[in-house]
């Protein structure tokens, strides 16, 4: 076995600074360090390097060749490398490939020192182990054949003398003796990994066994030999009836609440043709998992609190500028209707003096200048202007007052909740969020209004006119061409219930049970957040309602809101 000044550990990765701390932390432990900063320095440094390379660090992300990719190279020319893989990543996806691929460690950064030396530690021994294997089956190999040799030659002079048969004898002997110490050595050396490792034939019958399945199953070694391994792993709650054998899959020890990964290798005794084995082993990742869990479980809040942030940041500025938008317009809409009704007014006297002045000319006046009067009045459309004018005004007064129920619907969502609920007639809550969005559908939707009569609600309104918004667009969005939508209100029991319906293109069926969750859009980037139906699936839950969807692909998508009625808000 080399000692430990003698073995080389090569760290690779892109920052030349996270080389420098990993040598910090590797040099003290007596090991030789070589860094490379790319995955092809770090190739030719294994191939053209005068010492053994025992173990090999390497960052996961990196450019021209990743960890992953550079690890599978090195596992071609040296299957037995230890390769420790470093990530700040804690995408599961990373996890799983890595241990697919025969990751003997993976090491999340920032890293843990003390965990990095472990596995160093570890991983040196594991390759010393492999190479003492190597050389003590070699050795017993070379020992046998020459042994073998002597004994067929000592045969043939075993009738001359029997004091050259009984040296030889006790030759044989001491190579036999030699035999089992190796044996028993390479035994003890399995007994000390930590992973339970088992040799089972083609039958299924478990031949060999470390120390670790011993103490798992708390069954001594004889009685585990002959054992069927699968009935074995049953036994101890390793394994179900439905548990398929894929080596890199993961098992679940229920009783402890540990997980291992369960992989097999391919191994041949004897005639190569007749004895066919397998050599089992399971690598406890109990910590590994819980680590990950506890890393999604805070992305996942993280994810919870950036959309809070962002939720109120937007409706903060969205409400400021609506009130801004609504005030500076409400004051010259108001002189605009004050004076439109006013020039009605000041027309109709203009049009009772014209009236009464042509009466007069025609009583007073000469033919021929009557005649002058009437050309000049109809050349010049007087009647049509006068009749006209009343329309003009009319309309104009009815586009003032549409622009003022804009207006009125703008103040209403500027509104700034306090914590405070109030009731609210909901019709009146969903044709507010219609005229706010209605420039952006007016060109391509036509909707249906079929509303029952319900009773008002309470509620937070501002919020509330934020999801049929919220809806109202992406029913838009959703729409391509031209297309319908269908508004609908029930009263059932102690419920209101609202439907939106859209002829638009559906929802995939693999996006169904991720169109609620923070930041997930299917929109080009730049279109869309990802925020809009998870915020207002969590207004919903506020309210103490829910919100379903039901949606086919080409043929249209009904969100479907419950809300109850009652003073529980």
């Given at each position: 076995?080399?000692?430990?000044?003698s073995n080389?550990?090569?760290?690779i990765?892109d920052?030349?600074?996270i080389?420098?701390?990993v040598c910090?932390a590797?040099?003290p432990?007596g090991?030789?360090?070589?860094?490379?900063v790319?995955g092809?320095e770090?190739l030719?440094?294994?191939?053209h390097?005068?010492?053994r390379?025992?173990?090999?660090?390497?960052d996961v992300?990196?450019?021209?060749i990743?960890?992953v990719e550079?690890?599978g190279?090195?596992?071609?020319?040296?299957?037995?490398m230890?390769?420790?893989?470093?990530?700040?990543?804690s995408?599961?996806?990373i996890?799983?490939t890595?241990i697919?691929?025969?990751a003997f460690?993976?090491?999340l950064?920032?890293l843990?020192?003390s965990?990095?030396?472990?596995?160093?530690?570890k991983?040196i021994?594991?390759?010393?182990?492999l190479?003492?294997?190597k050389n003590y089956l070699?050795?017993?190999?070379?020992?046998v054949k020459?042994?073998?040799?002597?004994l067929?030659?000592?045969?043939a002079?075993l009738?001359?003398?029997?004091a050259?048969?009984?040296?030889?004898h006790e030759?044989?002997?001491?190579?036999?003796?030699?035999v089992e110490?190796?044996?028993l050595e390479?035994?003890r050396?399995?007994d000390?990994?930590?992973d339970?490792v088992?040799l089972?034939?083609e039958?299924?019958?478990?031949?060999r066994c470390?120390?670790?399945?011993?103490?798992?199953t708390?069954k001594p070694?004889?009685s585990?030999?002959?054992t069927?391994?699968?009935e074995?792993?049953?036994?101890?709650s390793l394994?179900?009836?439905?548990?398929?054998?894929?080596s890199?899959?993961e098992?679940h020890?229920?009783?402890?609440?540990s997980?291992?990964i369960?992989?097999?290798y391919?191994f041949t005794y004897?005639?190569?043709?007749?004895n066919?084995?397998?050599?089992i082993?399971?690598h406890?990742?109990t910590?590994?998992?819980k680590t990950m869990?506890?890393?999604?479980k805070?992305?996942k809040?993280?994810?919870?609190?950036?959309?809070?942030?962002?939720?109120?940041?937007?409706?903060?500025?969205?409400?400021q500028?609506?009130?801004g938008?609504?005030?500076e317009i409400?004051?010259?809409?108001g002189?605009?209707s004050s004076?439109?009704?006013?020039?009605?007014?000041?027309?109709?006297?203009?049009?009772?003096?014209i009236t009464?002045?042509?009466e007069f000319?025609?009583?007073?006046?000469q033919?021929?200048?009557?005649?002058?009067?009437?050309e000049?009045?109809?050349?010049?459309?007087?009647d049509?202007i006068?009749?006209?004018?009343?329309t003009?005004?009319?309309?104009?007064?009815?586009?003032?007052i549409?622009?003022?129920?804009i207006?009125q619907?703008?103040?209403?969502f500027s509104?700034i909740?306090?914590?405070?609920s109030?009731?609210?007639?909901?019709?009146?809550?969903?044709?507010?969020?219609?005229?706010?969005?209605?420039?952006?559908?007016?060109?391509k939707?036509?909707?249906?209004?079929?509303?029952?009569?319900i009773?008002?609600i309470?509620c937070?309104?501002q919020?509330?006119?934020?999801?049929?918004?919220n809806?109202?667009?992406?029913?838009?969005?959703?729409?391509e061409?031209?297309g319908?939508?269908t508004?609908?209100?029930?009263?059932y029991k102690?419920s209101v219930y609202?439907?939106f319906?859209?002829t638009?293109?559906?929802?995939?069926?693999?996006?169904?049970?991720?169109?609620?969750?923070?930041?997930f859009?299917?929109?080009?980037?730049?279109k869309g957040?990802?925020?809009g139906?998870?915020?207002s699936?969590?207004?919903i839950?506020?309210h103490?309602g829910?919100?379903t969807?039901?949606?086919?692909?080409g043929?249209g998508?009904?969100?479907?809101i419950?809300?109850?009625l009652?003073?529980?808000?």
């Amino acid at each position: 076995m080399k000692s430990q000044a003698s073995n080389t550990v090569l760290v690779i990765d892109d920052s030349p600074l996270i080389c420098k701390m990993v040598c910090s932390a590797i040099e003290p432990l007596g090991y030789k360090v070589l860094t490379a900063v790319a995955g092809n320095e770090a190739l030719k440094i294994l191939t053209h390097h005068e010492d053994r390379i025992d173990v090999v660090i390497s960052d996961v992300i990196m450019p021209v060749i990743g960890g992953v990719e550079l690890m599978g190279i090195i596992h071609e020319k040296d299957p037995d490398m230890p390769v420790i893989l470093m990530t700040a990543y804690s995408n599961m996806d990373i996890v799983l490939t890595a241990i697919k691929k025969r990751a003997f460690d993976l090491i999340l950064k920032p890293l843990d020192y003390s965990l990095l030396q472990q596995a160093v530690e570890k991983a040196i021994k594991h390759r010393n182990l492999l190479f003492l294997e190597k050389n003590y089956l070699e050795t017993l190999k070379q020992t046998v054949k020459e042994k073998t040799s002597e004994l067929q030659n000592k045969m043939a002079e075993l009738e001359e003398t029997k004091a050259v048969q009984t040296a030889e004898h006790e030759k044989l002997k001491k190579v036999f003796s030699k035999v089992e110490e190796i044996k028993l050595e390479w035994e003890r050396t399995m007994d000390c990994v930590g992973d339970m490792v088992l040799l089972v034939n083609e039958d299924g019958k478990i031949r060999r066994c470390n120390k670790a399945l011993q103490i798992f199953t708390g069954k001594p070694y004889s009685s585990i030999l002959d054992t069927d391994w699968q009935e074995l792993f049953r036994a101890h709650s390793l394994l179900t009836t439905s548990t398929a054998f894929i080596s890199g899959s993961e098992l679940h020890h229920e009783p402890s609440g540990s997980w291992f990964i369960f992989t097999t290798y391919p191994f041949t005794y004897g005639n190569e043709t007749a004895n066919q084995g397998t050599v089992i082993t399971l690598h406890d990742t109990t910590e590994l998992k819980k680590t990950m869990d506890a890393l999604g479980k805070a992305y996942k809040d993280l994810q919870a609190t950036q959309a809070q942030v962002l939720q109120h940041e937007k409706m903060a500025s969205i409400g400021q500028l609506a009130a801004g938008v609504a005030h500076e317009i409400n004051n010259p809409i108001g002189y605009v209707s004050s004076n439109l009704n006013t020039l009605n007014k000041y027309l109709e006297r203009l049009a009772r003096f014209i009236t009464s002045q042509t009466e007069f000319i025609e009583h007073t006046t000469q033919p021929d200048v009557q005649k002058e009067l009437t050309e000049l009045r109809q050349s010049l459309k007087i009647d049509h202007i006068i009749n006209d004018i009343g329309t003009l005004i009319n309309e104009s007064l009815d586009g003032a007052i549409r622009v003022g129920k804009i207006v009125q619907d703008l103040n209403t969502f500027s509104r700034i909740d306090k914590g405070e609920s109030c009731i609210v007639d909901v019709k009146e809550s969903i044709e507010s969020a219609i005229n706010i969005v209605w420039n952006e559908l007016k060109y391509k939707v036509t909707i249906h209004r079929d509303y029952e009569d319900i009773p008002p609600i309470k509620c937070y309104p501002q919020q509330l006119n934020q999801v049929f918004i919220n809806l109202l667009v992406n029913a838009g969005h959703a729409i391509e061409g031209k297309g319908h939508f269908t508004i609908t209100t029930r009263a059932y029991k102690s419920s209101v219930y609202i439907s939106f319906a859209d002829t638009g293109r559906g929802i995939a069926p693999e996006h169904m049970s991720r169109i609620f969750e923070p930041f997930f859009t299917t929109k080009e980037v730049g279109k869309g957040t990802g925020l809009g139906l998870s915020i207002s699936y969590d207004i919903i839950k506020k309210h103490q309602g829910e919100i379903t969807v039901d949606s086919t692909v080409g043929k249209g998508t009904t969100f479907t809101i419950r809300l109850p009625l009652g003073e529980n808000i």
